[in-house]
T-cell receptor, first 110, second 116 residues
């Protein structure tokens, strides 16, 4: 099993550009999450999903949209990137209260 | 809402010495608790978790943690650190309600430095 994978690993955007981050898991987990990690802030929850076709807001959802069209995929979209969205983004899926994290995507917005 | 406090931003320990990283949480209901480790440029690796039962839990790499409900703490310990333990350590709390859909709440992390 590959576990949780994220693409791309790195990305540089200009302010106002859009992009989509892809998270995929092969463990058949219902719950999936997107977090962002900023220096000195730990990880903060952006959005999450409790199953295919569902999404919900987390702690810091503004500026992001998500979709869960297939159970194994959870997409995070930035419609108009801002420098404040420079961060490392982690996806996770959950089974029995334990979360499994992907390797992260480092995004820089200039 | 729940919160997690890791009081120490940085800790320096000599190789071979013992280690204790502090974690305090705030939550009214029954929490479930985790410690994760992150090496530079890497993702998060689960060290150990507490859901219920024995309050002293054993994890990987020789780590253990003790849940103390009266102190709202879940401190991480290791009797003898190795240079490879240098990393960022995160404590996290989750909610044991319903389907457990909510994500984890993380502390801000403790950066562990190992002196030779």
């Amino acid at each position: 099993n590959a576990g949780v994978t994220q693409t791309p690993k790195f990305r540089v955007l200009k302010t106002g550009q859009s992009m989509t981050l892809l998270c995929a898991q092969d463990m058949n987990h219902e719950y999936m999450y997107w977090y962002r990690q900023d220096p000195g802030m730990g990880l903060r929850l952006i959005h999450y999903s409790v199953g295919e076709g569902t999404t919900a807001k987390g702690e810091v959802p503004d500026g992001y949209n998500v979709s869960r069209l297939k159970k194994q995929n959870f997409l995070l979209g930035l419609e108009s990137a801002a420098p404040s969205q420079t961060s490392v983004y982690f996806c996770a899926s959950k089974q029995h209260y334990e979360q499994y994290f992907g390797p992260g995507t480092r995004l820089t917005v200039t | 809402a729940q919160s997690v406090t890791q009081p120490d931003i940085h800790i320096t320990v000599s190789e071979g010495a013992s280690l204790e990283l502090r974690c305090n949480y705030s939550y009214g209901a029954t929490p479930y608790l985790f410690w994760y480790v992150q090496s530079p440029g890497q993702g998060l690796q689960l060290l150990l978790k507490y859901f219920s039962g024995d309050t002293l839990v054993q994890g990987i790499k020789g780590f253990e943690a003790e849940f103390k409900r009266s102190q709202s703490s879940f401190n991480l310990r290791k009797p003898s650190v190795h240079w490879s333990d240098a990393a960022e350590y995160f404590c996290a709390v989750g909610v044991l309600t319903g389907g457990g859909a909510d994500g984890l709440t993380f502390g801000k992390g403790t950066h562990l430095i190992i002196q030779p």
